[in-house]
């Protein structure tokens, strides 16, 4: 079963934009993860959220986590067509095993 | 050090029949998962395993699937009696050791691409 929903399924911007992907969950988590993901093929882990941390930062990734809410967020900044891609959240509820929502679609134009 | 490596990369077979899709994690990682990833969807936990035995196939569909791990590295996923809705892309990951409540990394490898017509 999924855990969550990304919003919104699918986000078209022009390169140089900011690109904001939200994310909701539904049960307690150990953490959150980002994962992009190319053609539909293998996954990379992108940035790891801890459920007590509330920002993260990696280069121009920001991840921001509000587990009152459960939902957190991937902003991607000054936008490349090169991040053209579909971008997960997955939660860690502590059993090892990760927990995928159904994915965003960003796609950034020239 | 090469990453996890998954063959097939892609699989078509008719429905009934029988497949293996086999899966080399990176060398010294204790922890393996399966993945499903149907189209549109997110990937969908199937079965980990920590050494040779499996610690959750919890998420294995019914008893057409099955996952082995021998030796504790190479994996193969078993699925008897294929149907056309196993259709779906099946992603491997390995990790360095499965500890509870503790991050660690899954490395993905680029999955089989599983069609039965």
């Known amino acids: 079963s999924q855990q969550g929903e990304e919003d919104p399924q699918a986000l078209s911007i022009q390169e140089g934009e900011n690109a904001t992907m939200n994310c909701s969950y539904k049960?307690?988590?150990?953490?959150l993860q980002w994962y992009r993901q190319n053609s539909g093929r293998g996954l990379v882990h992108l940035i790891l959220i801890r459920s007590n941390e509330r920002e993260k930062h990696s280069g121009r990734l920001r991840v921001t986590l509000d587990t009152s809410k459960k939902s957190s967020s991937l902003l991607i900044t000054a936008s490349r067509a090169a991040d053209t891609a579909s971008y997960f959240c997955?939660?860690?509820?502590?059993?090892?095993?990760?927990?995928f929502g159904k994915g965003t679609m960003l796609l950034v134009s020239p | 050090g090469a990453g996890v490596s998954q063959t097939p990369s892609n699989k078509v077979t008719e429905k009934g029949k029988y497949v293996e899709l086999r899966c080399d994690p990176i060398?010294?990682?204790?922890?393996l998962y399966w993945y499903r990833q149907s189209l549109g969807q997110g990937p969908e936990f199937l079965i980990y395993?920590?050494?040779?035995?499996?610690?959750?196939d919890s998420g294995l569909p019914n008893d057409r699937f099955f996952a082995v791990r021998p030796e504790g590295s190479v994996s193969t996923l078993k699925i008897q009696r294929t149907e056309r809705g196993d259709s779906a892309v099946y992603l491997c990951a390995s990790s360095l050791t499965v500890l509870a409540g503790n991050y660690n990394e899954q490395f993905f490898g680029p999955g089989t691409r599983l069609t039965v017509l």
């Open positions: 060398s010294g990682h204790t922890a």
């Open positions: 395993f920590q050494g040779t035995g499996a610690a959750d």
């Open positions: 997955a939660t860690d509820e502590g059993y090892s095993t990760l927990t």
């Open positions: 049960t307690s988590i150990n953490n």
